[in-house]
Every structure is written in C-alpha cells, then in structure tokens.
C-alpha cells in the first residue's frame, strides 16, 4: 500500500526517519536580505536536531519520543503548509521517497546520520541547552522574552534557553509531578548502526 495522505505518511515513517526529515526541512536554506533562500551546510540542519535532543532531555517533554516531539502541532513548521507550501511538499516528497526505500539526496543522507547518532545517545549539545528557535528575519515571539536567553545564532536561526512557558511541553502541575523522578534515557525507539555524529563548527562550510 502508497502511503498517500499525511497522517499515513508520517505513520509509514520510523522515528529516525521523521528526525532526519525535520532537521532537513527545517534547517536547509535561510533567507538573505540581499540573496533571497540560500542554501545551509549540514551542520544548520544538526542545529534542528540538538534542539529536539534537548527537548527530548528535558524533564518536560520526557513523556513524548523524539517522533512525537518532531510531529507536536505548531513546533516545527516544515509539517504544515501553513509554514510554508513550497517547504511542506518537498518534505512530503523526500518522506515518501524514504519510504518507498530510495536513495535519500546527499545533505538528507546526512540528517539520517545524525538520527543515527541521536538514537545511540552520541549526540553532543551544542547549544547550550536550547530548546527553541526562530528565524531570524521574523519577529521574536512571546516566548523570546525573559526569563529565555539567547544562546547562539547561525544560518538564519536564532535558538533560545531557559524558555518558561514551552507550548506542548508538560502543564506545570504534571511537571512538578515529573519532576520527582530522575531523567529517563532519551527515546527515539529506533535501531542504530553506530554511527558517529557528523558537526562542523559555525564558521566551516559542508
């Protein structure tokens, strides 16, 4: 059976699969105010992914796996038109190529690598405990606002810690609830090869 709709898209996928699929939509161009869309090095796209590891790690998103994190409503906007249609139907295009067992482009076979190294627990934050970001050439929202501290910005993304109201994370009497218990191991339900992961540092080019 072709997975045709969405929802039977994304159910077709594997957790590593749909992380690979984020990061790639997510980070692969910015836009240049003198430019227009520019293409991103992989290592913009690894930014999309310590941001769900982090979230992943972080007590109020401990119920959800990374699949769900990546797929929760108004997170990651590559899922919906409304983030942009150009951007949705080429994630839905490269999603349904994955499924079907096609070989993934160069910069994706990358993301699945990087899932790879996320499922074995390889992943080093770099981002200082970022659990959110936003375009650069957007306004900051609500969320941006102190407590929220900025931490690093890089190839169109400006990604934030210390946000105290995180939309789909855990209301504050589950937390507190969650709170009690130690973190549990980060859960992406996916089989791994070993992989290394793959990091440039922001000022090299992949």
Known sequence: ???????????????????ALTMWAEGRARLDPSRGWVANPVAAMADIAN?????????????????????????????????GVGNYEALMQEARRLIAGEDPPPALRACLEIAAACAAGTFVDRLNGATHYYATWSPAPRWAAPPARAVAERWGHRFCAGV???????????????????????????????????????????
């Not at 007590?59 to 699949?67: D, E, G, M, P, Y």
């Open 1 to 19: 059976m072709i997975a045709t709709s969405q929802r039977e898209i994304t159910d077709a996928l594997s957790p590593a699969q749909t992380l």
């Open 51 to 83: 941001v769900v590891v982090n979230r992943a790690r972080d007590v109020r998103w401990r119920r959800l796996t990374v699949k769900e994190i990546c797929l929760q409503p108004a997170q990651f906007s590559c899922w919906r038109p409304i983030g």
């Open 164 to 206: 105290r109201r995180a939309r789909g994370a855990l209301p504050n009497r589950e937390l507190r609830e969650e709170m009690r218990h130690e973190l549990v191991p980060l859960r992406l339900e996916a089989h791994t090869h070993g992989t290394a992961v793959f990091l440039v540092d922001p000022g090299e080019s992949v």
